[in-house]
């Protein structure tokens, strides 16, 4: 089985192509919660889905300008080999130099772009940056220089740094996250509310799960199928 099912049920969809609501706990600290974003937009063609970013701090610990990975992960280079091997077929390759970040900042920042309506205008720029070019978004000149490239406003970047209520949505992300069944952990997903999945699962899993979900559990699965 794909997922583990929830509690509750999911709103209907188109009756042509049903339309599911994706639910995903994530910090931007995360290799995992990034190769999941990124298989999950892969199938953005066979199904139609939207997401909704829920912005959680995992590691509040990390000093203010980050660290060396190496204290984070003893041995990184097996770590990344591990990474790289499952990312090849999604096109993703992680930069290896990229220090530990202390992503309280971004992640602020992105909890206010997610109020305004534009999180989809930074998120895919800021995450690249750190996890492929390997720019460390612990420091705010480094955000600010992702958020000017791809046009967001410098009065919504100011906004975001200057109302609490922010920082406060991502601790409630976070308490949220357990009352899902989330455990605080990341990447973690609500699925229709019928299902949840843990980490980060591969294409054909999340095939199945929507297979699953549009066809039922005696279905063949899949669009069309």
Not at 40 to 54: H, K, S
Not at 87 to 114: H, I, M, S
Not at 120 to 132: E, F, I, K, Q, T
Not at 192 to 216: I, K
Request: charged content about 25%; proline content about 6%; glycine content about 12%.
């Amino acid at each position: 089985m794909a997922g583990e099912q929830a509690k509750g049920a999911g709103e209907p969809g188109d009756a042509c192509r049903p339309r599911h609501h994706v639910i995903m706990y994530l910090d931007v600290i995360c290799e995992w919660c990034y190769l999941a974003h990124r298989v999950l937009e892969t199938l953005r063609g066979e199904y139609d889905f939207d997401v909704d970013y829920r912005l959680m701090e995992i590691h509040p610990d990390v000093p203010e300008e980050g660290m060396p990975m190496t204290r984070h992960l003893h041995f990184p280079g097996r770590f990344y080999d591990d990474l790289d091997a499952l990312g090849a077929p999604y096109g993703v390759a992680f930069n290896r130099e990229k220090q530990f970040a202390n992503t309280y900042l971004a992640l602020v920042l992105l909890q206010c772009a997610k109020e305004a309506g534009q999180l989809g205008r930074v998120l895919d720029p800021l995450w690249d940056a750190y996890m492929l070019k390997g720019r460390n978004i612990s420091l705010l000149p480094e955000i600010v220089h992702v958020t000017d490239a791809c046009g967001l406003p410098r009065s919504l970047v100011a906004e975001a740094y200057a109302n609490p209520a922010y920082a406060g949505e991502l601790e409630d992300a976070y308490r949220q996250n357990h009352l899902d069944g989330g455990e605080g952990k990341v990447p973690f997903f609500r699925v229709d509310d019928e299902y949840v999945m843990r980490g980060a699962q591969d294409a054909d899993t999340w095939r199945s799960l929507f297979g699953l979900l549009e066809e039922g559990p005696g279905g063949s699965g899949g669009p069309g199928a």
